[in-house]
């Protein structure tokens, strides 16, 4: 998953490098085309500001309830249009809510067929928590060992409650939340077609990619859980 992860964030770059030498380049498009673009966007999103705050809260319960593989583009834009602190809470209540939904369906609906699709995995998931209890959680929202939805689904599986499933990924997602709307935040500033590779753009990605890494090995030197 970490090699993954690295691999989507030297695509994207290589992607912000192609794109920005054909903007330079080419007559087709321009970044004034994208700029104006993201402005009228945000100008009406401002307009009725609470309103679209409910609006992308709700994209983000659905996007997170059905484990849709855009959660990571939708926070960068959420993170885009709204305030700092605004983008962060509505991506992490709706998230972690939206986890919640896989938890429960898992657990009361869909048991036997998860059990017996990923019986080696919820071993290893049960194992996990046998040995470090609810940090296990925790440690796998820091660091994506698994797919976010086989974490939502399986752990509806185990013997954790509900209100600590909860409680533990709204924590434990708001590193990766903060960044992602940070991203956000440093592309909504781009006004130009040099401004997409400056160095803070390309580092917000960069460390994306990279925290996760960092994390599994402080976690694993200083021997904060057991590994598996």
């Excluded at 689904?153 to 709307?181: A, D, Q, R």
């Excluded at 781009?190 to 960069?206: A, E, P, V």
């Amino acid at each position: 998953m970490n090699r993954f992860k690295l691999f989507t964030v030297s695509i994207f770059l290589f992607a912000i490098v192609i794109i920005s030498l054909f903007a330079i380049y080419s007559g087709y498009f321009s970044i004034e085309f994208f700029k104006t673009a993201y402005v009228h966007t945000k100008s009406t999103v401002d307009q009725n500001y609470v309103f679209y705050l409910l609006v992308f809260f709700l994209i983000y319960f659905f996007v997170a309830s059905l484990s849709l593989p855009i959660a990571g583009a939708v926070s960068v834009f959420i993170g885009s249009i709204f305030h700092f602190f605004d983008a962060f809470f509505l991506i992490a209540i709706a998230s972690s809510l939206g986890a919640s939904v896989c938890f429960l369906i898992a657990k009361y609906t869909l048991k036997e067929f998860l059990h017996n699709r990923f019986k080696k995995t919820l071993k290893k998931i049960n194992l996990g928590l046998k040995e470090n209890g609810m940090f296990y959680l925790f440690f796998l929202r820091l660091v994506p060992i698994f797919p976010f939805f086989i974490i939502n689904f399986l752990f509806g599986l185990t013997n954790m409650k509900f209100l600590n499933f909860f409680v533990v990924s709204f924590v434990g997602m708001m590193p990766g939340i903060l960044l992602y709307v940070n991203a956000g935040s440093q592309i909504s500033k781009i006004n130009s077609t040099q401004d997409i590779l400056s160095f803070k753009i390309i580092l917000s990605f960069i460390i994306i990619g990279i925290l996760p890494i960092v994390l599994k090995k402080i976690i694993y030197y200083f021997k904060f859980i057991k590994k598996l």
